[in-house]
């Protein structure tokens, strides 16, 4: 079931599961819902106490998870229409032509097709091609500046992602947004360093809060850019 309470200005939505377990537990998921996991017995009058208290810890474990909610609206794929691309904006311009090609020319992202209405496909893998070789040119350094904490990611691998940045999975394989390739580089080299972190601290404790703090000391604006950028 799903409940909500009430903890100063802000409303925290959470899915209540009854279960035969001793403890109630709480678990803020990388999309930010909560869940709460409770004893067949329990009042929900005590899951909202526990709730409230907890809920420092709640919002804060929300505020770390690198999510975002779409709001903009679409972009189209016609000429004029404007598009990111490492954080800067620039103007399609469509042309016809037989031999298909994307390419920043001045303030335009200049697409050459044989319909127009395969620019969408087009920008869509020039984009894709543009994260593989800028995120591992980016992570390169940052991957080498980690190894003094021997930790080392398997792999780093692109996928998307509807509302993550990045994440990090069990087995250290770092998994990044295309979609981050329309932020500025220093929006990238956070959410890689994020995930860096997580090889050491798999959870966002107090200790990988002072690891990331250490190792990129304006985490915040970039944070905070990326969110307004691209939500």
């Not at 709460?36 to 505020?63: C, G, Y």
């Not at 894709?128 to 995120?135: G, M, W």
């Not at 890689?192 to 798999?202: A, K, V």
Request: proline content about 5%.
């Amino acid at each position: 079931m799903t409940e909500a309470i009430q903890f100063g200005s802000r409303k925290i939505d959470f899915r209540l599961e009854y279960s035969n377990r001793k403890s109630l537990g709480i678990t803020v998921t990388p999309e930010m819902n909560v869940l709460v996991k409770a004893p067949i017995e329990t009042s929900m009058e005590k899951v909202k106490e526990k709730l409230r208290k907890k809920a420092p810890w709640i919002i804060k474990q929300q505020s770390f998870f690198l999510s975002f909610q779409p709001k903009t609206p679409a972009r189209k794929f016609i000429s004029g229409e404007t598009h990111l691309y490492l954080g800067r904006q620039y103007r399609l311009k469509i042309l016809s032509g037989k031999t298909e090609s994307v390419k920043l020319k001045g303030k335009f992202i200049e697409v050459v097709a044989a319909d127009k209405s395969n620019a969408k496909q087009l920008v869509s893998e020039w984009y894709l091609q543009n994260a593989k070789t800028k995120f591992h040119s980016i992570a390169k350094p940052l991957i080498e500046k980690f190894r003094k904490h021997k930790v080392e990611p398997s792999s780093i691998v692109l996928r998307e992602m509807p509302t993550r940045w990045g994440s990090c999975t069990p087995n250290g394989k770092i998994i990044l947004n295309p979609e981050l390739i329309k932020a500025p580089k220093g929006c990238i080299e956070y959410v890689i360093i994020h995930e860096l972190c997580h090889l050491i601290h798999h959870d966002h404790t107090q200790k990988f809060l002072d690891l990331q703090t250490k190792e990129v000391r304006d985490w915040e604006k970039w944070k905070t850019k990326l969110e307004k950028l691209l939500a």
